[in-house]
């Protein structure tokens, strides 16, 4: 599976972006898709994940109520929908693929994308 996350940018705190990950194959919805992130000097972490059928999603407390993670496995993308943008979110974003039902360890996620940058401004 060969990940491609887009969608990153420059936005003011407050704002909203939407990060989208295409995938290519044709067993995306096998895996169980994750988001992560890392700021500068700072080591990665979980964001949140949806299972394969999409009914479940998982998030970590520091965006839970803000972000909403959804697939579309006819379109073999995941996405990421960010409300409520902080300057603490500011972040590379990075979405990956797991064959396990559900993971918040990156060690665990067998495939990455390459990152898209996320600037929020205050």
């Known amino acids: 599976v060969q990940l491609q996350a887009s969608g990153g940018g420059l936005v003011q705190a407050g704002g909203s972006l939407r990060l989208s990950c295409a995938a290519s194959?044709?067993?995306?919805?096998?895996?169980?898709m994750g988001w992560f992130r890392q700021a500068p000097g700072k080591e990665r972490e979980f964001v949140g994940a949806i299972n394969w059928r999409g009914g479940s999603t998982y998030y970590a407390d520091s965006v839970k109520g803000r972000f909403t993670i959804s697939r579309d496995n006819a379109k073999n993308t995941v996405y990421l929908q960010m409300n409520s943008l902080k300057p603490e979110d500011t972040a590379v974003y990075y979405c990956?693929?797991?064959?396990?039902?559900?993971?918040?360890?990156?060690?665990?996620?067998?495939?990455w994308g390459q990152g898209t940058q996320v600037t929020v401004s205050s």
């Open positions: 990956a693929a797991s064959v396990l039902k559900y993971s918040d360890y990156g060690g665990e996620y067998n495939y």
């Open positions: 194959g044709r067993t995306f919805s096998r895996y169980t």
